[in-house]
């Protein structure tokens, strides 16, 4: 069980990072099951709300106006601003929130705000996610359907330079099939609770 010893402000913050159309969302939801002891955290986002999305579940979307004032008001842990428009950033309230509850923040950023986090947040674990090859990256955003032709382009672009900073993180899964991309990050979240006290007893009936 969890010690009860374990203070809000030593729950570690995993933050998981890397290109557009990598899998991040996919590895995520795999192993989010698996560990109780964890809570994705919600972002605040300018883009629009897209069909099915609800406020507070996939983000907390907000103004352009509304995201200039928290920003002024020192509320973002880290922010991105996009060059195809949008703005999106973790809100220092989320992660409270979270460890408040008596778990650790599982933050899915960009690597920019990835970088911002390890540097603000000493109990901090990265993880940078990379498809096999730019190709794949490629093949599956464009597979994906969700952005314009010209975003794409933008995010390929972007990619490149993503790339080249995988060695600014404590982790690098190569998402060449999701299930083994998957054990590789729950073994990694496990250890970094584990590392605090805060790993609850897995269930022997589970394949994790």
Known sequence: MASSTVSHSSLPVIVVTGTSGAGKGTLERAILPHLPEVELAVSATTRERRAGEEHGREYYFVSEEEF?????????????????????????????????????????????????????????????VRAPTFAELERRLRARATESGGEIEKRLERAKEQLAQADEFDHVIVNDDAVRAADELLAIVRAALRDVGTIRRRDPSTHR
Do not use: C, N, Y
């Open 68 to 128: 200039e004032r928290m920003l002024e008001e020192g509320r973002f842990l880290e922010h991105v601003d996009f060059p195809w428009g949008q703005h999106v950033g973790t809100l220092w309230s989320e992660i409270e929130r979270i460890r408040a509850a008596g778990k650790a923040p599982l933050l899915d950023l960009e690597t920019d705000g990835a970088i911002a986090v390890r540097d603000s947040i000493e109990r901090s674990v990265t993880v940078f």
